[in-house]
């Protein structure tokens, strides 16, 4: 289930620098063509593909850090953040669905949002 954050909330993502980087805020299906890595689609529900038209957030950096830390080097390498960002979500720039256990959701951001004039990097990889 996904809803707009019904306050504004603080969120993490991993970025690039510049914040106007322009893999930034893409969702994961874009970014994912962009950097030429394919997603295999074959045997996925349709809740896994849905999540791939959002993009990924944490709810603190401590979540994000965790989150980074925990994959393995050759993805780290072949996504090639450098940052971590934080910025303010609210209502007005799109819906969520619910943070897991370790921080994650995903993001999908309203026509019209522009989420690097909110967010800034704010430690790096």
Avoid at 9 to 31: G, K, M, Q, T, Y
Avoid at 32 to 58: A, Q, T, V
Avoid at 110 to 123: E, H, P, Q, R
Wanted: glycine share 6%; with cysteine; proline share 5%.
């Amino acid at each position: 289930e996904v809803k707009s954050p019904e306050v504004t909330i603080e969120a993490c993502r991993f970025s690039f620098d510049p914040i106007d980087h322009e893999l930034n805020f893409l969702p994961n299906v874009l970014f994912d063509r962009k950097i030429n890595s394919p997603y295999n689609y074959e045997n996925k529900s349709e809740e896994e593909k849905c999540l791939r038209c959002g993009s990924s957030f944490y709810i603190t950096i401590e979540k994000a850090l965790n989150g980074w830390n925990s994959l393995p080097e050759r993805i780290k390498t072949n996504l090639g953040y450098t940052h971590i960002a934080q910025g303010k979500l609210n209502s007005e720039d799109g819906f969520m669905n619910e943070p897991s256990k370790n921080g994650h959701f995903t993001f999908y951001e309203s026509d019209g949002a522009d989420l690097k004039l909110t967010f800034m990097l704010i430690k790096q990889l």
